[in-house]
DNA sequence: TATGAATGAGATTTCATTCAT
DNA sequence: AATGAATGAAATCTCATTCAT
């Protein structure tokens, strides 16, 4: 997983750390403001901020470009608000994880599917992710949000190497979240011909 | 390592792919061609192609928009030429793997940190590399470098696994190649934190 | 006071100019009509025509945007009908000039006073008025409205001082309609430090 | 004169406030700022600020609409810069009035119709000076300008009654200040029918 | 070669007005 | 009668590209 600060917390607390309840969550649902949601992924995700326009967002989701600013300041906060809720959404799925940890081989396996999963059903979410993280100025909401979620699995896992009397747990979380990352990376560039199931295997060999 | 189509080579041909001679890159050196590129890799990786102006590249190069265009036909051809200018660039710099390929733990270990150590000290390049890789619309010139360098490096690993004796080179060549990708993006993000040496021990230990 | 043709009446017909009987105002009272009369009133004297958004007005009259438009068919018409409205409103205010017209210094200061009293009570009719008045394109009816109020008192003070013998009645009765219009500006720039009732004496000193 | 707060100053430091150079001003001419500048303040004069479209102004100014944008910020920069070097300008022209103060009649007389002939000579300014400065949000800059210059020749006149041994010379003062800007905004409303010399010996009989 | 003023197409944003509910 | 979501035209602003010097 990516780090922009690493404060290690070797509880599990941070597993829920989704601060929106789920009716709001649900309100959401098949409202305008998420068809903006999705077409603003798309569009970003696709082409990048700046290369997606306001307009074409606006025609993704089948609306004028004007009511667009009923619902989001401008095109920055559309940005920033996309990105909250994309992460908060993906703390969600993320029920894979048991709420105690991670201690055996079984979960260990249970944890990496169920993240890798999540990349592949969310790809628009992780390049639009990767593409914001690259450049410079992210919000601070943004960042504290990821941060939360980024050091609660490294914790999660750092506590599993420990628990397993891997040498240096540190390293290998950092490790794992690398394949993680490398995972991601190039299941969005070409899904089609990655051996994901070998290559889980293989990690599983590796660090379980 | 990414890639965009897998051919698989087995053969070593591809270290050198660089058609351009070293003194065409050599009279490329101190000219207003290579300020130009060197403006152009800082403002498109921190900012994207679209966030990146014309005006603030000529500014960053210190010469004017309309010597710009005496250089380049447009934006967009910077891009194109600035890429394949990079991507030969790094071919260049790829002298630590050996023309018959590796075949030992140390010349595993001496490739691995050879890689790395192109991250680091090109992360510019990279980082503009994965912007470009995650949109759509790649230039083809620059599209086939890529996948030239790419199954290059795969298939040389390959070799090695498969000489090692490993049960699924490929599969171990690719998931190598993710741990790569990973460890590039971790350093791009958050350089500072990154235990680079632990890991790089770590990925010997489990790949060598 | 301000001018925009010079039609001298020497008579003093003008005072009581409204066709509007007392009941149509008071009809006014308290209807939605006046609340929107207000806000637009306020927005825009504090912002002009173009600065003042019929989302404000709406907002400040504390009704949806919707309904204003069941009561004006657009927003050029509530500036229209707003002026008639103030002009008429302000006619109804002006009891204190006698309908024979003014012939006594007491009287004279009488009407001046309440002149005064007029601008700081309705700061926000003028200010509109005067920006109204300096932009081109008034409309028609309150242009004609404008012109009746203000020969009537320009009428008024002449015959006061051909009644008092004053060499020159129309420069006179022009010079006093400038002092006018220069407190009523003073005043709504700067009310807190104006002496009033100082300028008051001398302006009765100078002219009575 | 307008007032915004009162400081009276009684000597007469203050004519010639202007910060920039003649040369200054000089290298505005006929440049395209100027051109701007001339176009702007008729826009923005006959319309007012949100009613005057930077297109119309380009258009006024022969220029293109992208072209505003290299000369100023934004439209709102156009308008504090417009005002400040009006008002310098101003202060220019306001020779008229000699350093040490007026003490004769005579030289009484020469600064009222020096005044006054600034106002039918640059009438455009003084429409968009009274539009500003009847709505709120001035530059700051722009508002100690005009303080500046307004307690400068509110001084001035003070100095002059004291001189004369008027009674209350603040107040004199100021009265004459509103006949100053009652005549200019009269002016301003209707220049064809203004009796403007009958006026100006009235306002000398009353006042010199 | 070198500049940067100038353009115009297109991007973001605002807002009067309409209309389904 | 009342709302405010929705529209589209128009306003502000940006920027790649050209061109006179």
């Known amino acids: 997983m990516f780090r922009t600060k690493i404060l290690i917390l070797t509880d599990h607390s941070v597993v829920n750390m989704s601060p929106r309840t789920e009716e709001q969550l649900a309100s959401l649902k098949d409202s305008k403001r998420k068809l903006i949601f999705d077409a603003a992924l798309n569009a970003f995700s696709e082409r990048g901020y700046h290369g997606a326009t306001v307009g074409l967002i606006a025609e993704m989701a089948g609306i004028s470009k004007g009511l667009m600013y009923s619902y989001f300041k401008s095109k920055e906060d559309l940005l920033d608000e996309l990105l909250v809720y ?32 999540l990349y ?89």
Chains 1, 2, 3, 4 share one sequence.
């Open 120 to 208: 592949t059903a969310e790809t628009n979410f992780w390049r639009l992710y990767i593409i914001i993280v690259l450049q410079k100025n992210t919000t601070p909401k943004f960042e504290k949000l990821m941060e939360e979620m980024i050091q609660g699995y490294l914790g999660i896992f750092i506590t599993y190497f420990k628990h397993r009397g891997v040498p240096n747990p540190l390293a290998e979380a950092m490790m794992l979240g690398s394949v993680l990352d490398g995972i991601m990376f190039d299941l969005m560039v070409a899904p089609d011909m990655y051996p994901v199931e070998d290559v889980i295997k293989l990690t599983i060999k590796k660090f379980a």
């Open 86 to 117: 994309g992460l908060t959404r993906m703390g969600e799925f993320l029920s894979f994880v048991p709420k105690e940890g991670i201690s055996t081989p079984a979960e260990f396996e249970a944890a990496l599917r169920g993240m890798i999963g």
